[in-house]
């Protein structure tokens, strides 16, 4: 799969992303309101299990790269977890290098996936938690139409602290 934009190229993860893929979960900075840099060993995992070809009712992650059209320099990932029955919802993720963060290239990335989610999938709803206080991809998800329906207390474990989610989610008739 190939999604383009703009200013990116998305493209499914494949066995050369290796180097990116290390980069952006050992990167403390992008890693921050996601969890402690996970050991090598989760980290082949992960990757591993995201290398497996995706359709709309896989049970894995469908991973993408995040890619500059004018240099190829890949600059990030994203990605969809789908709960297609019965629900015909997706939940979506991202993770950007952070010396690429703050350009846009996440808002971008995430309207090409929504849309593609949306018109070729025919997801009815796409969700996505988010750290409380993790304002940066709050603004993404609020850029791309994504409202706030409430926030899970002491959802999520974070580096032995427990954290609240904010809960976003988008209809596929939202405008």
């Known amino acids: 799969m190939q999604l383009i934009t703009e200013r990116l190229q998305l ?3 494949q ?7 290390y980069r952006v979960h050992t990167d403390k900075s992008s890693m ?3 969890s402690a840099v996970p050991q090598m060993a989760d980290i082949r995992q992960r990757f591993s299990d995201r290398l497996a070809p995706w359709q709309v009712t896989s049970f894995h992650m ?3 790269v995040v890619r500059l059209k004018s240099s190829g320099e890949a600059v990030g990932l994203i990605g969809t977890n789908a709960e297609w029955a019965p629900y015909r919802q997706a939940e979506v993720g991202y ?3 952070s010396e690429h963060c703050g350009q846009g290239y996440g808002t971008e990335a995430l309207a090409a996936l929504t849309d593609y989610l949306f018109e070729h999938c025919e997801f009815h709803k796409i969700k996505a938690q988010v750290v409380e206080g993790n304002w940066p991809s709050r603004r993404v998800l609020e850029k791309n139409g994504f409202q706030l329906e409430g926030t899970l207390r002491d959802n999520y474990l974070l580096r ?3 954290v609240n989610d904010w809960v ?3 209809l596929k008739n939202d405008v």
């Open 168 to 170: 976003f989610g988008r």
């Open 62 to 64: 469908l991973c993408l």
């Open 32 to 34: 921050e309101y996601i």
């Open 15 to 21: 066995a050369e992303d290796w180097q990116l893929f």
């Open 95 to 97: 993770s950007f290098l």
């Open 160 to 162: 032995g602290e427990w």
């Open 11 to 13: 493209k499914n993860l």
